[in-house]
């Protein structure tokens, strides 16, 4: 890397983290909740959240302060703690994740242009492309270099916050206490074992709107100083937890349970307008529009930077590793480019692409999330740091519930992916001249095969739709 290239400050750093967290999800988190689950459900999911989330974040924080030689993050804990097959799939799944997601993204940001030109919904001829357009856009933005593409993303960032916070501090004096406790445990009266299947529910989509919370530690190898990576990944944490909380629970106390489960997208629209009027909903629209371009170009980013970065340590096929002469990760932006763009023709043919394309990128992420917690215990078993064991634990417990949580469906919807990248990791194993399993691990990649033959059925037979 260039000794002259400009580093990312803190504020950048804690903007990129917001950026990527508060996108598409935060104007749709009410009726996306409101599905499945009641107010009181929806508290027991955010806590469960909020404590997962935070001990991962602390871990990602710990990590960084005590492995900053391991600038990839993400996949380097795996690969680090459990050996190169993992660490390829943590990479493996957290690219999947970035691009999946910015197909929810350009979902999410033609509906909310919609409002405005009616032309487009979100899934038809019309948003795929407008939403190519948008995506080479982001593309050649990128190419220009990772710093000029950080400034834009800290502007956006601000600029998205302003309908976020008018709605929160409208919503506040438009709530009304009977509105938020009817239907309070969901249909009929508390029942233990139907209140946590609700909180179950919510799961994917509270993992969905937290996902971004390693965007600082990917970027780590071009932040001015590694301890503000840690700071930024806290930061960005805590402020976007109370932003969702209050985004979620405020809309109860506007709108049954019922009436936010049948808004259209953004839902966070119509429930301004039912407050305020029509400017309401177009506030918010507009807001919309700008958060999920500001969302996509941080994805895009991140997207790209991590194949780069798993590249350089030998996890992905060296080609991904070719650079510019502004430093963007050329091939590793092609490429994941030429994914989405592919991938974009599913809208046609999806009943919900928007839910569909977030609940693979969600389940996609499972993997880097559930494997940097082993390696925060693995880590600090080894150092006996007892405190940082516990936090560790507390975030390997939350990951393996969100397997758990995230249903047979997607979770071999994703296993076909991950099945797919074996072949990669074998190109990756070759340039390298290892062996491309262990046995242990060859284990793991049967499993991988015989869950996308699952899912490659259950497809066939119905029992599985887009």
């Known amino acids: 890397m260039a000794e002259n290239e400009k580093k990312l400050g803190l504020i950048s750093l804690i903007a ?32 469960i959240t909020g404590i997962g989330m935070i001990a991962l974040g602390f871990s990602f924080q710990n990590l960084t302060v005590k492995r900053p030689d391991l600038e990839g993050g993400v996949f380097s804990y795996a690969k680090a703690g459990f050996g190169n097959y993992w660490g390829f799939n943590s ?36 948003s795929i492309i407008g939403a190519s357009i948008i995506l080479w856009l982001m593309h050649f933005l990128i190419l220009r270099g990772v710093q000029s593409a950080a400034l834009v993303n800290l502007v ?22 009977d509105t938020f406790s009817t239907d309070f445990w969901g249909k009929g009266s508390f029942n233990f074992g139907v209140v946590m299947n609700q909180a179950k529910s919510t799961m994917l989509v509270t993992l969905w709107v937290f996902i971004g919370i390693e965007g600082a530690v990917v970027l780590s190898s071009r932040a001015e100083k590694m301890s503000d990576v840690g700071k930024a990944t806290i930061i960005g944490l805590l402020s976007t937890l109370i932003i969702y909380v209050l985004l979620s629970l405020l809309s109860y106390g506007v709108m049954t349970q019922g009436e936010l489960a049948n808004l259209k997208s953004p839902s966070m629209a119509y429930v301004l307008k039912d407050i305020v009027g029509p400017w309401g909903a177009a506030i918010v629209n507009l807001g919309l529009i700008i958060s999920l371009l500001g969302a996509l170009l941080g994805w895009t980013l991140l997207a790209a930077e991590l194949p780069y970065l798993a590249a350089k340590d030998g996890i992905l096929p060296k080609m991904f590793a070719k650079e510019n002469r502004n430093k ?8 994941t480019n030429i994914l989405v763009q592919i991938f974009l023709l599913t809208l046609l043919v999806s009943d919900k692409p928007y839910q569909f394309a977030y609940s693979l990128a969600s389940s996609a992420i499972l993997v880097p999330y559930l ?24 975030a390997s417990i939350y990951g393996i519930w969100l397997l758990y949580a995230a249903g047979l469906s997607y979770l071999v919807l994703t296993a076909v992916l991950y099945a797919i990248g074996i072949l990669v990791f074998r190109i990756a194993q070759k340039e390298n001249g290892e062996k491309t399993f262990k046995p242990f691990e060859l284990i793991w990649a049967i499993i991988f095969i015989l869950l996308a033959i699952v899912a490659i059925v259950m497809l066939a037979t119905g029992k599985i739709t887009t």
């Open 371 to 394: 494997f940097s917690a082993l390696y925060q215990v693995k880590y600090s078993s080894q150092k006996k740091e007892g405190k940082q064991m516990f936090i560790g634990i507390v």
């Open 328 to 335: 963007a990760p050329i091939n590793s932006l092609v490429v």
């Open 156 to 177: 956006v960032t601000i600029a998205k916050l302003v309908p976020i916070i008018l709605f929160i501090i409208l919503a506040i004096f438009a709530f009304n206490i």
């Open 91 to 126: 990479a493996w799944g957290y690219w999947l994740s970035a691009w999946l997601g910015n197909i929810a993204f350009l979902t999410l940001l033609f509906s909310g242009i919609g409002y405005f030109i009616p032309i487009f919904d979100g899934g038809n001829l019309a």
């Open 16 to 47: 990129l983290v917001i950026g990527s967290m508060i996108g598409g999800g935060a104007f749709n988190i009410a009726s996306d909740m409101a599905s499945g689950a009641g107010a009181g459900a929806v508290i027991i999911g955010w806590i």
